[in-house]
């Protein structure tokens, strides 16, 4: 059920049943999760919003609108594999997120997943939602035009303060 909701906050939000989404994160030191505190050398891929999406010309997660019956964590992968491609092994809806972060509006939220894979590698492919991607530090992120959604998330996500 793909469409355009209100919240009781007035907010416009894509996905009558919510939405999901996953932050991918290599170079993560074993154990650390955004609870533990920054890891440096973390590198978090984030995508370009086409700029005739909802939010163009942002800097986001792959994710996007559950369907009936669908977890949040399998919804996310489902939504990164088809805005990114293939994604490694491990990466999938048994893996164990390192964080989970949820911007609840009541009647719809946005469930975030950070997951850690063991390096960084290349998408390959994109549907028409994604105009680029690009792994960044977290204080790089900080420096882009992030989806406003995500940079209220971000510290977090990636426990910067």
């Known amino acids: 059920m793909e469409r355009f909701v209100f919240c ?3 907010c416009e939000h894509w996905g009558a049943l919510g939405a999901a989404g996953v932050l991918l994160r290599a170079g993560a030191a074993a154990g650390d999760g955004a609870a533990g505190g ?3 050398d973390a590198r978090y891929l984030l995508v370009l919003r086409h ?3 909802h ?3 942002t800097w986001a997660l792959p ?3 559950l369907q009936a019956g669908e977890s949040a964590l399998a919804g996310a992968l489902r939504e990164a594999e088809e805005e990114l491609g293939p994604l490694p092994a491990g990466v ?3 893996a164990t ?3 989970e972060y949820v911007d609840d509006h009541g009647e719809w939220s946005y469930t975030t997943l950070v997951l850690n ?3 960084t590698f290349e998408p390959a492919a994109a549907n028409w939602e994604t105009a680029g991607w690009r792994w960044v530090s977290a204080s790089q992120a900080l420096t882009l035009p992030l989806l406003p959604a995500l940079r209220a998330a971000w510290p977090a996500l990636t426990g910067t303060g």
């Open 92 to 94: 999938s809806p048994e």
């Open 97 to 99: 997120p390192t964080h």
């Open 51 to 53: 700029p005739r999406s």
């Open 55 to 57: 939010h163009g010309g």
């Open 117 to 119: 894979v063991a390096d």
């Open 38 to 40: 920054a890891d440096a």
């Open 8 to 10: 009781s906050r007035g």
């Open 63 to 65: 994710g996007g609108a």
